[in-house]
């Protein structure tokens, strides 16, 4: 990544009630369902944004299926059309 990029941020509170900083480093759509991935210094996360409108959240992916299937159809989209 390029340090002149500018990126999105959303701040996730965990379960210990610590927030924590993320960059929004892609956000799509799978089988009618919305997708968010998240990256820190320390982890990246794939999480599924649930509700509409000003009342969405963000839910984690539990069902390691669901996450390899939805990280692979990324990755192939990914490789299909490559960022600048």
């Known amino acids: 990544m390029k340090e002149h990029e500018e990126r999105d941020y959303i701040t996730i509170e965990d379960e210990e009630g610590k927030e924590k900083a993320y960059a929004?480093?892609?956000l799509f759509d799978m089988d009618d369902r919305s997708y968010v991935l998240l990256s820190?210094?320390?982890?990246?996360?794939l999480?599924?944004?649930e509700?509409?409108?000003?009342?969405?959240?963000?839910?984690?992916?539990?069902?390691?299926?669901?996450?390899?299937s939805i990280l692979n159809a990324y990755e192939i989209a990914v490789d299909a059309a490559p960022a600048d």
Do not use: F, K
């Not at 820190?40 to 996360?45: A, D, K, M, N, W």
């Open 47 to 49: 999480m599924r944004v």
């Open 40 to 45: 820190s210094e320390h982890e990246t996360l």
């Open 24 to 26: 929004v480093e892609a």
């Open 51 to 68: 509700g509409n409108g000003g009342d969405q959240y963000l839910v984690g992916i539990t069902d390691p299926v669901e996450r390899e």
